[in-house]
Every structure is written in C-alpha cells, then in structure tokens.
C-alpha cells in the first residue's frame, strides 16, 4: 500500500474502472460524484468486480480484493477528494461545455502539483484546458474499454502542458498496469480512434457495395488481421511479412497504392443502408443480448489477457 492519494471526478463505467486500477496498485482512490446515490452503487459495483477477479485469479497487483476495496473510498465533496491527490482523473459525460466546467472546478480545490487527466474519448485538451490556472498540469489520458481488461492508454498533451507531467503520468500509468503512448501534438480522434475509423470505413464500404456481408467482414477480422494484430502491431507485421519492413514497401507499393486508390469516399453512416446492417448483425446478436454479449466479451478479453501475460 502507497501512502499517495488519486481521485476520480465522476463515477460511471470509466472512472469505476480507474478506481480499480489505481487500487490495484496500492493507491488511496478517493470516488467523487456529482449525484453521491450513484458513487455509493458505483462502491458497491466495484466491491462485487474487485470479488469476482479475484475468484477467477485476474485480480491485478499484489493485494487481496478486501485490501484494494479498503483503499477505495467514496466522497461527496470535490475539495475533500481532491485534497493531497497527486492525480485527478476526469471521468464525467462527454460534453464540451461539461467539460470545461468540470475542469475548471477541479483545477480551483487542485494542488499546485496535482495532475489533473481527463478520459475524454474525442476532445483535445487545449479545447477545454487553456483557461485553468493549472493548465500545465493538464492533460489527457483516453483509456479503451473495458479499461480492466484492455491496457492500451493514450497521452495527449496540450500545447501548454509540463513535459515532466507528460513523463510523470506515463510513469504513473505503467505502474497500475497499463499500457500507455504519448502524443507528440493534438489530432482529432488520437491514434487507436484514427485507426479504428480508417478499418470501420473500409468494412462499411464493402458491405454496403455489396462485396461481402458483414459477418464476412466480422470473420476476415477475428480469424484474419484479428489473430496477428491480438500480439503484434502493424509495422512488425510487416517487418515479418517480408525481408524486413523497408523491403516490404519495395515489394507492394505499388500494390498498396493502387488498391488504395480504389477506395471509396468517406461513408455517411445514415440512410436505409444503416437499417439493413443492423438487421443483419440482430440476426446473430439480437438487441435485448446486447448486455449478455458484452459479458461473453469481457471473459474472452480475460482469457486474451491470461494468454498474453505469458507471452
Ligand atoms: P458515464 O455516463 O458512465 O459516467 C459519467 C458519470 O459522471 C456519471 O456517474 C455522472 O453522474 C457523473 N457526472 C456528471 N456530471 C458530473 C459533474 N459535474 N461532476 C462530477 N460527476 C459528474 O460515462 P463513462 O462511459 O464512464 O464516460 C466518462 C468519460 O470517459 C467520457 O469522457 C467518455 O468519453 C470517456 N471514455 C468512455 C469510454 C467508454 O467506452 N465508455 C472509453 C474511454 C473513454
């Protein structure tokens, strides 16, 4: 157990699964709420989470579920749960104008040295962070749900932010186990949503031109790209998949162009076609599973995850 102290401004999906990580790793978590019924079932949750981890051995760090639930306690005071913590992490609606206030309140009872991390998924933070009096304290650090089971984190600094802050909460996000990049500037959508919206662009464009359908698409991702892309990225794949990589863009450049050249323009996402996909996914995964699928695939992401620890 750290004698340090983190809080969470908001206490939903996101900030429960921080509250867990960073107790985890032996920090005092201080779960504040502008709604104080929802911190103390957010409480609850987290105790019931923290039991069935430990039951099916996927708890992380060193201490018992009991031990890491006694370091996480609820509050109903933003000062109070911010008092003495050396990292505040933002977990509130994503609304630009909530945002700014949220911070803003926070940035008011913070600490001079106190990072204050917001886990927006799509804001950069000199859109919402320019104005605080701590603004080179402040950042962003965008997990990936489900946070607990998914490392990946992504650092995005404002143009004003500390470089030490920068390297601090690097530092501070690998120690609760986490798998974090640092942005060297500010770009729409960061990087794994950059990436996410170029394959969802091109899947949607397959479908809906007819080549395929989209559990075509579904199984090319989970029995194809999926496999090689669940332990290696993308510039080892194509490191491995020729005489290194430099020798792979002699090899298909060409290729690599041509095809993408053949690419559509950006999908509307809106119009019958939309309809129609839906059907076809309900089909396999009707609308009222949704939330037994989301569990089916949060114990695939942990037996992935036992996978990978021994690699
Ligand atoms: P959520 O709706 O589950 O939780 C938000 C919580 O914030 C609620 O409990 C709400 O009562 C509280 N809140 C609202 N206004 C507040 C205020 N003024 N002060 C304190 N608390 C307040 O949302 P979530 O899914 O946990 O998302 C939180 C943030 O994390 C968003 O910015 C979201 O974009 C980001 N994020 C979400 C995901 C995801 O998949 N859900 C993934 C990565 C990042």
């Known amino acids: 157990v750290k004698n340090e102290k983190v809080a969470i401004v908001g206490s939903g999906l996101i900030g429960q699964s921080w509250a867990m990580l960073f ?45 890491q639930f006694g370091l996480i306690s609820g509050c109903d005071n933003l000062s109070t749960a911010a008092k003495g913590a050396k990292h505040i992490q933002e977990c509130v609606p994503e609304e630009l104008e909530l945002k700014k206030k949220v911070m803003s309140q926070i940035d008011s009872v913070a600490d001079d040295h106190t990072v204050l991390s917001s886990s927006t ?4 933070p000199s859109l919402f962070t320019e104005d605080l009096k701590h603004r080179h304290n402040a950042l ?56 996410q919206y170029a394959i969802i662009n091109e899947c949607y464009r397959l479908v809906e031109e007819g080549v395929v359908n989209t559990e075509d698409v579904d199984t090319c991702m989970k029995w194809g790209l999926g496999m090689r892309y669940a332990f290696m990225g993308v510039f080892e794949t194509i490191h491995l998949n020729a005489e290194g990589a430099k020798n792979y863009c002699e090899r298909y450049a060409e290729g690599m162009k041509n095809v993408s050249r053949d690419f559509g323009p950006i999908p509307s996402f809106t119009g019958p076609f939309v309809d129609k ?28 995850a036992k996978l990978k620890k021994e690699m």
Not at 121 to 124: F, I, N, Y
Not at 143 to 163: C, G, H, M, R, S
Not at 176 to 195: A, D, H, Q, Y
């Open 23 to 67: 107790a985890g790793a032996g920090y005092n978590v201080s779960l504040f709420d502008i709604d104080p019924s929802f911190v103390a079932k957010a409480i609850n949750n987290i105790k019931e989470q923290l039991h069935e981890l430990e039951k099916s051995g996927m708890l992380k760090g060193a201490l018992t579920a009991d031990e």
């Open 121 to 124: 998924s799509t804001l950069v």
């Open 140 to 195: 962003v650090s965008h997990p990936v749900n489900p946070p607990y089971y998914v490392p990946f984190v992504e650092i995005v600094p404002a143009p004003w932010t500390d470089k030490s802050v920068v390297t601090n909460t690097k530092i501070l996000l690998e120690e609760i186990g986490l798998k974090p990049i640092t942005m060297t500037k500010e770009k729409p959508g960061f990087v794994l949503n950059r990436i």
């Open 277 to 304: 996909m839906q059907e076809e996914i309900c089909e396999s995964i009707p609308l009222d599973k949704l939330a037994e699928r989301r569990q089916w695939r949060d114990k695939r992401l942990i037996a992935l």
